[in-house]
Structure formats: structure tokens, C-alpha cells
């Protein structure tokens, strides 16, 4: 019987956002995993409006549909706006939230430039450092590396003058 539960779980495609809690509770309730996957992600959004400071906005960032819309700081759990088990009032609750709010961090910044130079996007790396600079955050050293290199690959030189 608990293999049967163990294999429902595995086929399940929410299984990485599901705790262990989740994964007893599903168990003790019949295997109902889809069901208790459900109420483990309303559980996320109302996390996510409570402080939303504490997740990282991905949408910028996002190179397919695969990839999370936000992402907890902490405990890396995911949340994406096209799911079916995402509950209506979250996106409705979402699009009424004031823009920017969900702040980027120099963390966030960081991985979204180098992420834009992994994919060959050198011209959106650039692009994205002046947004950077022009929302008032500094550089450090892990922000020049990415910017760099796609200054190089696009070997604008004037362009890599500014940023060194």
C-alpha cells in the first residue's frame, strides 16, 4: 500500500513544491497528492502577498514557461502564475499590487545578468546594467563580470570603458 502512495507521489508533477508534511498528510488521506498539492499552493501565495519582499520576482528573467514567476529567498519554494492549481484571486490580487513591489535585490540583479549572458543576450545584459544604474543600485564585484563579458562579446569597447 505504501508503494502504491510512493509511485502516485513520484508521477506526480507537483512533487518539488510538496514538503514532507504534505507528503504524510497525502499518504494518511488515501493519496489524494493532487488535492493536498492544491492547498500546499494557496498556502505559497498567501505567503507571497503576506511579505512579498521575501521572494524574488523571476518574470524578468524567465526563459521558458518551465521557470517559477517568484521564488522564496529562503526556502526556494516556487510559484507560477500560469498553473492550473493557481488560485484566481491570486492572480487578480497580483495585478492590482502597485509595480515594484517585489523588490530586486544586488543578488537578483546579479543572476538576472549573468542568466541574460548565459542565453547569449548580451545586448539585454547591458540594457539591464543601466536599469540597474538608473534605479539607484551599485555594482559590486559580482555585477561587473556578466557585464563585461558581454561587452566583450559584443566587443564594444567604449561600452566596457564605462563599466570598468
Same mark, same amino acid.
Given at each position: 500500500?505504501?508503494?502504491? !502512495? ?18 504524510? &498528510? ?9 488535492? =493536498? ?34 521564488? !522564496?529567498? !529562503?526556502?526556494?519554494?516556487? &510559484? ?36 541574460? =549572458? ?28 556578466? =557585464? ?8 564594444? &569597447?567604449?561600452?566596457?570603458?564605462? =563599466? !570598468?
Amino acid at each position: 500500500m505504501a508503494e502504491c !502512495h510512493r509511485l502516485t507521489f513520484q508521477s506526480c508533477r507537483l512533487r518539488h513544491i510538496l514538503t514532507w508534511s504534505h507528503r504524510a &498528510l497525502a499518504t494518511s488521506s488515501g493519496g489524494n497528492v493532487r488535492a =493536498v498539492a492544491a492547498v500546499c499552493i494557496e498556502k505559497l501565495w498567501r505567503q507571497f502577498f503576506s511579505d512579498p519582499s521575501q521572494w524574488w520576482d523571476c518574470r524578468p528573467e524567465k526563459v521558458n514557461s518551465n521557470y517559477p514567476d517568484f521564488k !522564496h529567498k !529562503h526556502t526556494q519554494d516556487a &510559484l507560477w502564475l500560469v498553473h492550473r492549481k493557481t488560485p484566481t484571486w491570486a492572480r487578480a490580487q497580483l495585478a492590482a499590487m502597485a509595480p515594484g513591489t517585489v523588490q530586486l535585490d544586488m543578488f537578483s540583479w546579479n543572476r538576472r545578468l549573468a542568466r541574460y =549572458v548565459k542565453a547569449g543576450q548580451h545586448e539585454k545584459t547591458i540594457e539591464l546594467y543601466q536599469e540597474m544604474q538608473q534605479k539607484g543600485m551599485s555594482p559590486d564585484n559580482f555585477t561587473f563580470v556578466p =557585464v563585461l563579458n558581454a561587452c566583450a562579446s559584443l566587443r564594444a &569597447l567604449e561600452a566596457g570603458r564605462k =563599466v !570598468h
